[in-house]
């Protein structure tokens, strides 16, 4: 099954990850985990042996620390760390692995296994025959719960797995599993060998099955798109389906599309319909003579340069019979010629058949799909892409076909995540190398941290000092907190001042917008206001009400030679006066001395 293997490039031996084990098993400490009070003496220590191959027997899938959690014994420190070290490298596999769910999933149950070896032995747990075989479940990284012959043999391999196990359990010897791995592996270079020629196979007739059915399809689809709508004479429907579609067929089949043959079979096909179909032939009499003296001669002629023999003499006969009466002018009795042909199937999307180019479909051959998800998912192999159909050839693990697929519908699989590339495998050893690393620098952690736990005697006084300086450091914090918040209150009432500042603004501001209003209401024709220079002029500007317009709120003002009209809406001059730019002739002294008063009383109410 060379196909599924996935090497590793850097797989750990089992000497660079194995020194560290016993490490971890001795130093390691878990929370929440039934560690003893103290050290136990040896006869003091349960035996875990009968609840782990209670648990390995019934394959379940709890985990090795809930089993000692869940009973109240005496555990060593190094069973409880076994127990978690085989919970935590399994879990990881699980999760990482790659492999079907259901496949993981039962080799994970080995937790039982390897705790009760790591507690006995420590790194020889992970002898070389063990971890090859757990490397070598790569190899089935295409596999499938799918109840096939090809998924019962790895499921009945994983029964013999329990059988070993069990027996190891109960000698207290590895032999029955190592023996188990050594003949794993025997068999799997059987399988890989096998598989090869079973794929060689399947390869070479499909691709002929392939260059038949593109034959087929495309002959049945002309032959439906001529019939298609028509009501013909039967001897011409039967000549077509007859012996016509079997014509198309073996032309495509010897040369393509774009053979000679062919091009003149799918014309004389379109002859003969044209020929049978008066609401065609009978709009062009002089042709209908032209091409039945013709067609006769053409169709022998075709027939003979793609079979190398002649077409049988009566076959004619019934296109012949039609000829004759068409040319007398007689119209022939007629049938819907897809009906009468029974049933035909036919797809039009051969007619416009195309293969795509090598780049698309390059890069998916050889790959893994996934279709579903957890324990229905189904893996599927892209063997090779039949480039005569533009069809997936699609097998499983062991190089059986598990059907075909067109090329569109694998596009639309795709971009609606119906199906995705399996994610790259992460084999055992991997595993094994980085989850005993990362236990292996958290008992270093550990234990620095006992080691420091034990001069805390002596750094005592140092550990005072840092608590009053962090007494004080809490007093300054405090303290910055307090005059954060008068900071706060400060800045809290500088706001409000501003805002009342902001306030009384905007009163006086209404204020004098009201006389404005006033002022404005009170200019009577002839009346004069004077206008402060802006961008346009230098000099003041004296200008007189020439007219009021009281529909627009308009007012027109003139020079004193009646030139220069200007005109400001009721709002713009108000708010002129407002800002000064502007001043009404004969009541701004009363304005000027309201507004003194006005701002008198805004001062004095201040103060």
């Known amino acids: 099954m060379s196909q599924n293997r996935q090497r590793p490039k850097d797989v750990p031996s089992v000497a660079t990850v194995s020194g560290k084990i016993d490490d971890v098993l001795a130093g390691i400490r878990v929370p929440d985990l039934p560690y003893p009070a103290g050290k136990l003496e040896p006869e003091s220590v349960s035996d875990w042996r009968p609840l782990l191959i209670s648990c390995w027997s019934e394959q379940r899938d709890e985990r090795v620390t809930h089993l000692i959690r869940s009973v109240h014994l005496e555990w060593s420190a190094r069973q409880v760390n076994a127990a978690y070290v085989a919970d935590r490298i399994m879990d990881v596999f699980l999760k990482t692995s790659g492999l079907h769910p259901s496949l993981a999933r039962r080799v994970a ?4 296994y390897l705790a009760w070896r790591m507690d006995l032995e420590g790194k020889k747990a992970f002898s070389g025959p063990v971890l090859s075989w757990l490397d070598s479940l790569q190899e089935w990284r295409g ?10 043999v790895l499921l009945d391999q994983l029964d013999s797995l329990v059988i070993a196990v069990s027996a190891s359990f109960e000698s207290g010897s590895t032999d029955p599993v190592e023996a188990f791995c050594h003949q794993w592996q025997e068999e799997s ?6 598989a090869g020629k079973l794929r060689q196979r399947l390869l070479e007739t499909e691709q002929g099955a392939a260059k038949q059915r593109k034959a087929d399809q495309t002959a049945r689809a002309l032959v439906g798109r001529a019939l298609q709508g028509r009501r013909l004479p039967m001897p011409i429907v039967r ?12 032309s495509v089949w010897d040369a393509g599309l774009e053979g000679e043959t062919f091009r003149h079979g799918s014309k004389l096909l379109e002859w003969l319909v044209w020929i049978g179909d008066p609401s065609l032939s009978d709009k062009d009499r002089n042709r209908l003579y032209h091409v039945g003296e013709q067609i006769g001669d053409r169709l022998l002629d075709v027939w003979k340069r793609v079979y190398n023999q002649a077409l049988p003499a009566d076959s004619l006969a019934g296109i012949e019979g039609v000829m004759v009466s068409r040319l007398r002018g007689e119209t022939p009795e007629l049938v819907d010629a897809l ?7 036919w797809d039009s999307s051969w007619l416009s058949f195309e293969v795509p180019t090598e780049q698309a479909f390059k890069p998916f051959e050889g790959q893994w799909f ?3 998800e957890g324990g229905a998912e189904q893996r599927r192999y892209f063997y090779a892409f039949l480039t005569e159909s533009a069809e997936i050839l699609w097998t499983n693990g062991a190089g059986v076909k598990l059907g075909l697929q067109t090329w569109t519908d694998f596009q639309a699989a795709l971009e609606n995540e119906q199906i995705r590339p399996l994610p790259k495998l992460t084999p055992f050893g991997t595993v094994l190398a980085e989850t005993v690393e990362l236990l292996a620098g958290v008992c270093d952690k550990q234990r620095r941290q006992r080691e420091q736990a034990a001069e805390a005697a002596r750094l005592r006084a140092e550990e005072l000092r840092r608590e009053k300086e962090a007494a004080e450091a809490r007093r300054r914090a405090e303290e910055a907190k307090r005059e954060a918040e008068l900071e706060r209150q400060r800045q809290a009432a500088e706001e409000q001042r501003i805002a009342d500042e902001k306030a009384e603004e905007a009163r006086i501001r209404k204020e004098h917008t009201l006389l404005a209003e006033k002022q404005v209401d009170a200019i009577k024709l002839g009346g004069w206001i004077v206008v402060e220079p802006d961008e346009t002029s230098d000099e003041p500007a004296r200008l007189k009400l020439a007219v009021r317009i009281n529909a627009s709120r308009k007012l027109v003002f003139v020079d004193r030679l009646g030139l220069n009209r200007r005109e400001f809406l009721e709002d713009a001059l108000v708010e002129g006066i407002v800002e000064g730019r502007i001043r009404v002739l004969g009541t701004s002294a009363e304005f000027d001395d309201t507004l003194s008063r006005v701002v008198g009383r805004i001062r004095v109410g201040r103060n």
């Open 109 to 112: 149950r080995l937790r039982f």
């Open 239 to 250: 000549f077509i389906l007859d012996y016509w579609q079997g014509l198309l067929k073996q």
């Open 370 to 372: 996934v279709e579903g």
């Open 143 to 152: 596999w499938s719960d799918s109840g096939g012959r090809s998924s019962r």
């Open 339 to 345: 009906p009468a042909a029974g049933g035909f199937q």
């Open 189 to 194: 270079a059987r399988r890989d060998a096998q």
